[in-house]
Structures are given as C-alpha cells and as structure tokens.
C-alpha cells in the first residue's frame, strides 16, 4: 500500500521554504502599499519582478522536490507489512 501524497514528514521536511517565501510575500505586500522611496515605474517593475519571479522559482522548486522526495524508494515508509 503507498502512502498518501505530501504526507506530514514530507510537509515538515518542505516546511522550510515556507520562511523564506513568507518573507518574500510580506516586502511584496509592504512596497505595494508603503513605498517610502516613491514609484518610480522602472525600478518598482524590476522591484516587483525579481520578488515575484524568486517566489514563484521557489514555489516550483519545492513541489519538485516534495514530488522527487515521495516518489523516491528510500524515503517510502509504507506501514502495511504484508
């Protein structure tokens, strides 16, 4: 019997991406609505850009890895012995 996708060891060894992801959305959210540097198009395109696109190379990483790490033989634990 196969366990179950993204099962609770899987998310707590993944969960570590959570951080820097996190952090990444909140200067997202904080430069959209308090810019202290002004707008300035170009720079707040780039700005937001590189943030978004890093966040979004992590979000894919990460479901790569989870699905690498729980199609891999070594790392099954299936609890049915028989």
């Known amino acids: 019997m196969s366990r179950r996708a993204f099962d609770a060891e899987i998310t707590l060894d993944l969960a570590v991406n959570a951080i820097p992801f996190l952090i990444m959305a ?5 430069f959209a609505v308090f810019n202290p540097w002004g707008f300035d198009p170009l720079q707040s395109t780039i700005q937001f850009s590189i943030l978004v696109a890093t966040m979004g190379t992590l979000a894919v990483v990460t479901w790569l890895a989870a ?7 070594r790392t099954r634990h299936d609890t049915s012995e028989t």
């Open 26 to 30: 909140f200067f997202v959210a904080v």
């Open 67 to 73: 699905r690498v790490i729980e199609t891999d033989d």
